[in-house]
């Protein structure tokens, strides 16, 4: 198993951000001192809920202060950008980092960025789909054609390529039944979270009909990876671990249920169904539910190491993707928690 860390920007009150900036750039940096094999920062907009606007230009802002750790991406929100700029961008990062980009994709799900973009979020299925078309043929292929619906280009020389060949690993987000199926079906990687109203038993069926999509339409489910973005933090002890930890969580879910959804009484977006369950399961979910239900993994070093290995157990997933850096959490607690993943967590589960 791999280790990575996912960094959401997230900006409550306290912090300016100047402050968060320079934290979240440091701790990714610090990543690969604490021997993690990956960073994930996501794509958000429009509120503090995360302030990334482009995670090509926080990775390459390390991409040449670090020389092992993986740069993801969790994820980028296809709908919102031109495809070529996209390809143009992390082909770009691919070869300033020497080949270490793990491209994640998305079609996003907040209201408040579509329309903040001008986005029909109704069209944000084909819009992808289109897209990632385009990013691949960019990368693969020596003059890029294509006609579609929402881009048309013709004998197009798009530049650089990618350093890696035929092109960095593609990631792709799954939430509803559908996405497990169609990323099995182009053969992407898969990133998902049972932090997102699921529980580690559906978290495992998901990743079976995902595995089973790939050998249908001819892909080998044992080239693929998969990756779980989990809340996790582990502490000194038991005790201490969930009083530090349960404030940014339950930050991130009241935040959360502020932006993931119509409001209410607003017809549910097709492709989006799931929206108005998931808003009202986190306006009411409560600590104790989140810890019993696999969706955050918090406690000392033997109690996390022993909750991820069930975790591996039972779905089979490759990355272990840590999202503990929520809610304002401060710089001293994660990088004990950074410590303590090194030393006592990640030697028994790699």
Avoid at 137 to 157: I, S, V
Avoid at 185 to 202: A, K
Avoid at 226 to 252: C, D, H, I, N
Avoid at 261 to 273: L, M, N, S
Wanted: net charge negative; with cysteine; proline share 5%.
């Amino acid at each position: 198993m791999k280790f990575g860390l996912l960094h959401l920007f997230e900006s409550p009150a306290g912090r300016s951000e100047k402050q968060m900036l320079d934290e979240q750039v440091r701790l990714m940096e610090t990543a690969e001192d604490y021997d993690f094999d990956s960073v994930w920062p996501a794509e958000h907009h429009f509120s503090e809920y995360g302030v990334c606007g482009s995670p090509a230009l926080n990775l390459a802002a390390i991409a040449r202060t670090t020389k092992r750790v993986r740069l993801g991406t969790g994820v980028v929100v296809l709908p919102f950008h031109h495809p070529v700029r996209v390809a143009e961008d992390f082909a770009m990062l691919d070869q300033l980092s020497g080949g270490r980009v793990e491209f994640g994709i998305g079609r996003g799900y907040q209201p408040v960025e579509f329309n903040g973009f001008g986005v029909d979020q109704t069209r944000s299925r084909e819009i992808f789909d289109e897209s990632i078309e385009v990013i691949r043929r960019c990368w693969t292929d020596d003059k890029l054609n294509f006609e579609g619906k929402h881009y048309q280009f013709k004998d197009l020389d798009v530049r650089p390529k990618p350093l890696q060949q035929p092109h960095p690993p593609i990631w792709m987000a799954a939430l509803s039944e559908e996405t497990f199926e169609k990323a099995g079906r182009l053969g992407f990687n898969l990133l998902l979270s049972p932090v997102f109203g699921g529980s580690l038993q559906g978290a495992a069926d998901r990743i079976k009909q995902y595995r089973e999509s790939l050998a249908k339409h001819g892909h080998d489910p044992e080239t693929r990876k998969v990756g779980a973005l989990v809340m996790a933090y582990a502490g000194q002890t038991q005790e201490r671990a969930r009083e530090e930890f349960s404030k940014p969580v339950m930050w991130y879910f009241r935040t959360f249920g502020k932006y993931v959804a119509p409001k209410v009484g607003q017809p549910a977006i097709e492709g989006y169904e799931w929206y108005t369950t998931m808003r009202d399961a986190v306006n009411v979910v409560q600590w104790d539910e989140l810890l019993e239900h696999g969706a955050v993994i918090c406690g000392e070093t033997d109690y996390v190491t022993e909750r991820i290995g069930e975790l591996k157990e039972m779905t089979g997933i490759d990355h272990f993707l840590g999202w503990t850096r929520l809610g304002g959490i401060s710089d001293e607690l994660m990088l004990g928690h950074m410590e303590r993943m090194r030393d006592h967590v990640m030697p028994s589960l790699r």
